[in-house]
């Protein structure tokens, strides 16, 4: 009887023995895959860190080297083409490699189309300097690991290029064509509210009376882009002059523009205009 007693106990002391041995081999296969998760993603920020760092360097030496080439010649950025600053610049890649290869320069073109901006890589190495939009670099921690963390910082170079339908004067965009107010047309536009509006919604606003006349005077200079005149019949501009009436740009006769004041029936016509 007391054989029993003992054999059974002894197998039940196994059983416990297996049990507390499982669980502790659980608990260390946990710790040690929470450390080696830990110990990972310290490398990947320690990695991303140093990827980070190779792009601002290339951006800076971007920058600096843009610079020096404008100062040492005497230049300005639209005389001065991508091929004349980066002599290494690869057309077929539409990029510039640095000496470590530790990051990619990349120039990017930004266009308004549709009230967003679109960008795409160039490739000519004879655009100029002051027609790129954003400067890119892509750097890497390291060339000797196998898997590469890459990491891209960009800085604007020059304002966005206006769409097609617009054209550039100074730092903003303008209409080449005029929008009719009329109660029986497409727009159907009858009021000014209605204009701030209709211009909003392509991310632009109702042209300043001091717009329409730097775009007017703009192609006056020679750049012969007859869409920017002011008929007999004028446009209208953003100024308010009072509750109920609002100012009116026209051409005078003589090369000069004059002011008129109008109210909600005699509006005709307007532009809108963008930032750049």
Same mark, same amino acid.
């Given at each position: 009887?007391?054989?029993?007693?003992?054999?059974?106990?002894?197998?039940?002391?196994?059983?416990?023995?297996?049990?507390?041995?499982?669980?502790?081999?659980?608990?260390?296969?946990?710790? !040690?895959?929470? #450390? +080696?998760?830990? %110990?990972?993603?310290?490398? @990947?920020?320690?990695? *991303?860190?140093?990827?980070?760092?190779?792009?601002?360097?290339?951006?800076?030496?971007?920058?600096?080297?843009?610079?020096?080439?404008?100062?040492?010649?005497?230049?300005?950025?639209?005389?001065?083409?991508?091929?004349?600053?980066?002599?290494?610049?690869?057309?077929?890649?539409?990029?510039?490699?640095?000496?470590?290869?530790?990051?990619?320069?990349?120039?990017?073109?930004?266009?308004?189309?549709?009230?967003?901006?679109?960008?795409?890589?160039?490739?000519?190495?004879?655009?100029?300097?002051?027609?790129?939009?954003?400067?890119?670099?892509? !750097?890497?921690? #390291? +060339?000797?690991? %196998?898997?590469?963390?890459? @990491?891209?910082?960009? *800085?604007?170079?020059?304002?966005?290029?206006?769409?097609?339908?617009?054209?550039?004067?100074?730092?903003?965009?303008?209409?080449?064509?005029?929008?009719?107010?009329?109660?029986?047309?497409?727009?159907?536009?009858?009021?000014?509210?209605?204009?701030?509006?209709?211009?909003?919604?392509?991310?632009?606003?109702?042209?300043?009376?001091?717009?329409?006349?730097?775009?007017?005077?703009?192609?006056?200079?020679?750049?012969?882009?007859?869409?920017?005149?002011?008929?007999?019949?004028?446009?209208?501009?953003?100024?308010?002059?009072?509750?109920?009436?609002?100012?009116?740009?026209?051409?005078?006769?003589?090369?000069?523009?004059?002011?008129?004041?109008?109210?909600?029936?005699?509006?005709?016509?307007?532009?809108?205009?963008?930032?750049?």
């Amino acid at each position: 009887m007391l054989k029993e007693i003992k054999e059974g106990n002894s197998g039940s002391a196994l059983v416990l023995i297996t049990i507390v041995t499982m669980v502790a081999i659980l608990i260390a296969t946990s710790i !040690g895959a929470v #450390s +080696l998760y830990s %110990k990972k993603s310290g490398d @990947r920020v320690k990695r *991303s860190a140093k990827a980070i760092q190779s792009a601002d360097a290339a951006l800076e030496w971007a920058f600096l080297k843009i610079e020096k080439r404008i100062r040492v010649n005497d230049l300005k950025p639209y005389e001065i083409t991508i091929k004349e600053v980066f002599e290494n610049f690869d057309s077929n890649k539409g990029y510039v490699e640095m000496d470590n290869s530790l990051a990619k320069i990349y120039f990017i073109k930004e266009e308004l189309v549709g009230g967003s901006f679109v960008q795409e890589v160039i490739t000519d190495q004879d655009y100029l300097i002051n027609d790129v939009s954003r400067i890119r670099a892509v !750097g890497v921690d #390291s +060339l000797n690991e %196998k898997e590469v963390v890459s @990491r891209a910082l960009d *800085s604007s170079i020059s304002p966005p290029t206006c769409s097609m339908g617009t054209t550039q004067v100074a730092d903003f965009c303008i209409d080449e064509v005029v929008t009719p107010f009329s109660s029986s047309g497409v727009l159907s536009l009858t009021s000014m509210k209605e204009a701030y509006e209709y211009c909003a919604k392509f991310k632009g606003h109702l042209c300043t009376a001091g717009e329409r006349a730097a775009a007017f005077f703009f192609d006056l200079e020679g750049n012969n882009n007859p869409e920017l005149q002011i008929d007999d019949d004028g446009e209208i501009v953003g100024d308010f002059i009072s509750e109920d009436s609002y100012a009116k740009i026209k051409n005078d006769g003589s090369d000069s523009i004059a002011f008129d004041q109008v109210t909600n029936d005699e509006l005709n016509k307007f532009r809108c205009c963008y930032n750049r």
